[in-house]
């Protein structure tokens, strides 16, 4: 039988090369958005690195319900996007913290929108075939674009005063992430526990 924790060498050089583009990242947005969204999203992706890493990394996601609330999630999240974008999120953003940079209604739908939404949709194809890197956009998702920043639209508006783009939705989104949270942790303990998951629940023996 073999070890679950045994990590192939390929998969450690992705985590190094996932961490340095993460920096990359996280530096290229200080530079070209508003620092106060880039600080939400540079420790959300630090937080989920550290979750990945302690989880999924070494034991890829095996419950297909992790992926089921995933996608759903990540559905939910075109939804909460909409209310955003009707609401001229951006502009509202820039006004409300008076940002060190301007944020354009075209970048909000390019990088949030059309760039993380593909990313979203790759991350739950890989997940399927157990791919560590796809797995780490899911924590990433689920901590940084769900909860994070779900909460963060409660805060928003005891700022501003009054209603902000993006609170009608935020309770759904910050539901879906949570759940998509608790499967990851289930999911991880079971593994970690040698407990085997129920065939029903396991990717391993899902039909093409």
């Not at 289930?186 to 629940?201: L, N, T, Y």
């Amino acid at each position: 039988m073999n070890n679950i924790h045994q990590v192939p060498l390929a998969a450690r050089i992705t985590s190094l090369a996932l961490l340095v583009i993460i920096i990359v990242a996280v530096t290229i947005g200080l530079l070209t958005l508003p620092w106060q969204a880039m600080i939400i999203l540079g420790g959300a992706s630090t937080v989920a690195y550290i979750g990945w890493f302690k989880t999924s990394y070494r034991n890829p996601i095996k419950s297909k319900r992790v992926i089921a609330a995933y996608l759903i999630a990540v559905g939910f999240q075109f939804i909460h996007m909409a209310e955003e974008y009707n609401g001229h999120f951006p502009h509202e953003f820039v006004r409300l913290f008076h940002t060190n940079h301007d944020w354009t209604e075209k970048s909000f739908l390019l990088t949030f929108v059309f760039g993380f939404g593909a990313l979203w949709l790759f991350a739950g194809a890989g997940s399927l075939y157990r791919m560590r890197i796809a797995n780490y956009f899911v924590w990433f998702y689920a901590l940084g674009a769900g909860l994070i920043n779900a909460i963060s639209h409660f805060v928003f508006p005891i700022i501003n005063g009054g209603y902000f783009p993006g609170l009608y939705t935020a309770a759904g989104h910050l539901f879906f992430s949570i759940l998509v949270l608790r499967f990851l942790i289930i999911d991880a303990r079971q593994q970690k526990q040698h407990v085997g998951i129920d065939d029903s629940e396991d990717l391993d023996r899902m039909t093409p």
